[in-house]
């Protein structure tokens, strides 16, 4: 954000943090800014591009309801469909495993997705559901407890409705 500006004195004593617009031929010359105060402002603009990018990046996340300990079956629907779009479930399902630490750009690159894997998992659950992952180390451990509790929940659930039905029809 450009903002008017004070004389260069208060400038060099950060009173302020934008820089002053100028032309490129009056850059080119010097006028209007001492060197110092130009790292500074290139490095604000950087910090704030970069500030900028991670907001958008967590504002983007996609919207669906939170899971309750209803519907297991439906969120993970939901869940593997926004992470096979964002290029993801391989990570959380455990199809792509964790590289060795020696190949630096593969394991960064695994440990980049695990963490947004992890993040749409997270922001994903009632906060009280977040207890039961609170230990796992990765997106694939979190989706495997997840699916562990609450499959089987779901495995019983379906097995006692069909008792129920079965009895009601004697």
Partial sequence: MFFPHADNKKQRQGWMLAPKV??????????????NLDAYHRDMERETLKFVCLLKMTTELPQIQKFNGDNFHLWKFQMKIILEAKDLLSITDGSEVKPEIEDIAKFSNWKKKDAKSKMLITTALEFKYLQQIVNCQTSAEMWKKLSTIYELKSE???YLLQQRFFENIK
Avoid: L
Avoid at 22 to 35: E, L, P
């Fill in 156 to 158: 019983t659930n379906k």
């Fill in 22 to 35: 100028i032309g490129d031929s009056q850059r080119d010359r010097g006028i209007g800014h001492d060197t």
